[in-house]
């Protein structure tokens, strides 16, 4: 499972993160310093979820992103949209969330490897580095990993990515 979001303050969100690394799932999570990120680090069956902080202070950035990655027996599974994992964007504020099966002729393990080449450079290594912003000319933690293009802009479209007429 892999987690690259601005905020992660909602602790329903925290615990599900350290309960699924605590059952043996390897659960990693880039994030800002705002994000409550030492519950995050908290171990479960002596399991921790593995958290990389962007920020000015590490990276000379923030991260933007808001995504999820599974992958699972079952397949793999990307979900996307525009709220953090706060209590206010997750009850009080209008926002959207999408997952992604079929966007642009790619199925879901064309878009998952596009998402996670994205995550990994963001993630880095597990050498305890604090995660880098690779040289790319534009921030790449701001680029949508299917369109290059900056991740707040999107368009709508229906489940199977067909434009809304």
């Given amino acids: ?95 959207t969330l999408l997952r992604l099966k079929n966007v642009g002729g790619l199925d879901s393990e064309g878009i998952y490897s596009k998402y996670a080449a994205n995550f990994d450079a963001l993630f880095g290594s597990d050498d305890g580095q604090p995660a880098r912003v690779p040289d790319v000319g534009l921030d790449y933690s701001f680029q949508n990993p299917m369109s290059g293009k900056c991740a707040d802009v999107a368009s709508s479209g229906t489940e199977d990515g067909t434009p809304v007429g």
């Fill in 1 to 95: 499972m892999r987690v690259a979001i601005a905020r992660i303050e909602r602790r329903a969100v925290i615990d599900a993160l350290r309960n699924a690394a605590g059952e043996g799932c390897v659960v990693k999570v880039v994030t800002n310093r705002d994000t409550n990120y030492k519950a995050l680090k908290v171990p479960v069956n002596g399991q921790r979820v593995k958290v990389k902080i962007q920020g000015p202070r590490f990276t000379g950035t923030w991260i933007h992103s808001k995504y999820l990655l599974i992958k699972a027996a079952s397949g793999k599974y990307i979900y996307t949209g525009s709220h953090n994992y706060t209590v206010g964007s997750m009850s009080l504020a209008d926002e």
